[in-house]
């Protein structure tokens, strides 16, 4: 389909069908909006649900409208839109955060207050505290996309110790030791991003332990290696692309070559989760490099953890496609479970 403002024959002015559609995707969230005035959600995602570039989203009382356009001036009528129209149907609503991703200006791109107080400084999802910092960058620093994989993680993991790459502010070692996990180490080169991980940490009363390791990931990796510490579940979530002077991740260019460098610190019968979000590589392709490293037999696909509607966008309110599909996974953020076996069938032992 196409978007909103292409629509042909339309009777509502791009303001009027605009705010029709926000409606409709307000109502297919009906179950999720009951939960959201502590916890988080997306609210519309215009990249499949109609306008591409904006996207909403809710954490506690604070609505964020997410602006992605080259020129951010030419969605400041949907902005506004947008503001009015969540202002309206959720007037619980306590403040309101705009980011302009292309911004020149950093202020702006990590968000501009419109209206309200202070951002929300926290969210409760399934009974989990999590610290938040909505302007800390150009995203919100909590992923939405990745619920489900909290879930997964809460359910399985009990026990067991994570190791959490790329961990930024935490959360998915935050969800491992909800559901019971006996320690985490996370690690990312973001300081700042850690200290959000133990406010997390502080939020809950876990009982099992929690460090940071802010360091370069290939240095992490490599000390890791040669102390010979080995884990129950290592987590892979890197982002798009960057570099270091240790080295460089691309998620198109050398993402098998990540999850090899990590295999080696999981445990015989570990779990190995793995991230790509690269929207222009197909699921097929990614399927395809997985397939490659299980012939050996002591590496294989477990599961593959969806995205959630919110972000995905659902069957009546999907009016454009991702460039390319992301069959079999769900959404361009493409979650991996993969199982682990050792040749010499060593155990964790952190």
Same mark, same amino acid.
């Given at each position: 389909?196409?978007?909103?403002? +292409? #629509?042909?024959?339309?009777?509502? !002015? *791009?303001? =009027?069908?605009?705010?029709?559609?926000?409606?409709?995707? $307000?109502?297919? %969230?009906?179950?999720?909006?009951?939960?959201?005035?502590?916890?988080?959600?997306?609210?519309?995602?215009?990249?499949?649900?109609?306008?591409?570039?904006?996207?909403?989203?809710?954490?506690?009382?604070?609505?964020?409208?997410?602006?992605?356009?080259?020129?951010?001036?030419?969605?400041?009528?949907?902005?506004?839109?947008?503001?009015?129209?969540?202002?309206?149907?959720?007037?619980?609503?306590?403040?309101?955060?705009?980011?302009?991703?292309?911004?020149?200006?950093?202020?702006?791109?990590?968000? +501009? #207050?419109?209206?309200?107080?202070? !951002? *929300?400084? =926290?969210?409760?999802?399934?009974?989990?505290?999590?610290? $938040?910092?909505? %302007?800390?960058?150009?995203?919100?620093?909590?992923?939405?996309?990745?619920?489900?994989?909290?879930?997964?993680?809460?359910?399985?993991?009990?026990?067991?110790?994570?190791?959490?790459?790329?961990?930024?502010?935490?959360?998915?070692?935050?969800?491992?030791?909800?559901?019971?996990?006996?320690?985490?180490?996370?690690?990312?080169?973001?300081?700042?991003?850690?200290?959000?991980?133990?406010?997390?940490?502080?939020?809950?009363?876990?009982?099992?332990?929690?460090?940071?390791?802010?360091?370069?990931?290939?240095?992490?990796?490599?000390?890791?290696?040669?102390?010979?510490?080995?884990?129950?579940?290592?987590?892979?979530?890197?982002?798009?692309?960057?570099?270091?002077?240790?080295?460089?991740?691309?998620?198109?260019?050398?993402?098998?070559?990540?999850?090899?460098?990590?295999?080696?610190?999981?445990?015989?019968?570990?779990?190995?989760?793995?991230?790509?979000?690269?929207?222009?590589?197909?699921?097929?392709?990614?399927?395809?490099?997985?397939?490659?490293?299980?012939?050996?037999?002591?590496?294989?696909?477990?599961?593959?953890?969806?995205?959630?509607?919110?972000?995905?966008?659902?069957?009546?309110?999907?009016?454009?496609?991702?460039?390319?599909?992301?069959?079999?996974?769900?959404?361009?953020?493409?979650?991996?479970?993969?199982?682990?076996?050792?040749?010499?069938?060593?155990?964790?032992?952190?």
């Amino acid at each position: 389909m196409k978007p909103i403002s +292409e #629509v042909p024959g339309s009777a509502f !002015p *791009a303001q =009027e069908a605009l705010s029709k559609q926000l409606q409709a995707c $307000l109502d297919a %969230r009906g179950a999720l909006i009951s939960s959201a005035e502590s916890g988080a959600a997306r609210l519309f995602n215009g990249f499949y649900e109609g306008l591409p570039g904006l996207v909403v989203d809710l954490f506690a009382g604070t609505l964020v409208i997410s602006n992605h356009a080259r020129e951010p001036e030419s969605l400041s009528a949907a902005e506004q839109t947008a503001v009015s129209f969540y202002r309206q149907q959720l007037p619980w609503i306590s403040c309101v955060l705009i980011k302009r991703r292309s911004s020149p200006e950093p202020r702006f791109q990590r968000g +501009e #207050v419109i209206f309200g107080g202070a !951002p *929300a400084a =926290e969210i409760c999802e399934a009974g989990v505290r999590y610290a $938040l910092n909505l %302007r800390l960058n150009q995203d919100c620093g909590f992923y939405l996309d990745t619920r489900l994989l909290r879930a997964f993680l809460r359910q399985n993991l009990s026990g067991k110790s994570v190791l959490n790459c790329f961990a930024y502010t935490g959360a998915l070692g935050i969800a491992a030791l909800a559901g019971g996990a006996r320690s985490v180490l996370q690690t990312d080169l973001n300081a700042a991003a850690l200290r959000l991980a133990r406010r997390s940490y502080g939020l809950n009363r876990f009982t099992g332990s929690m460090d940071v390791l802010p360091l370069d990931f290939f240095k992490a990796v490599s000390r890791l290696k040669t102390s010979k510490t080995l884990f129950d579940c290592v987590i892979l979530d890197p982002p798009l692309f960057s570099t270091t002077d240790a080295g460089t991740v691309s998620l198109t260019e050398n993402w098998l070559t990540l999850v090899n460098k990590v295999r080696p610190l999981v445990a015989d019968g570990g779990l190995l989760i793995a991230i790509n979000n690269a929207l222009f590589l197909s699921g097929a392709e990614l399927n395809t490099s997985l397939e490659e490293i299980s012939r050996s037999g002591y590496i294989g696909l477990e599961t593959r953890i969806p995205v959630p509607l919110d972000v995905a966008g659902y069957p009546q309110t999907i009016r454009n496609a991702p460039p390319v599909s992301p069959a079999p996974y769900t959404h361009p953020t493409k979650i991996s479970v993969l199982r682990v076996r050792r040749k010499d069938g060593a155990k964790a032992n952190r």
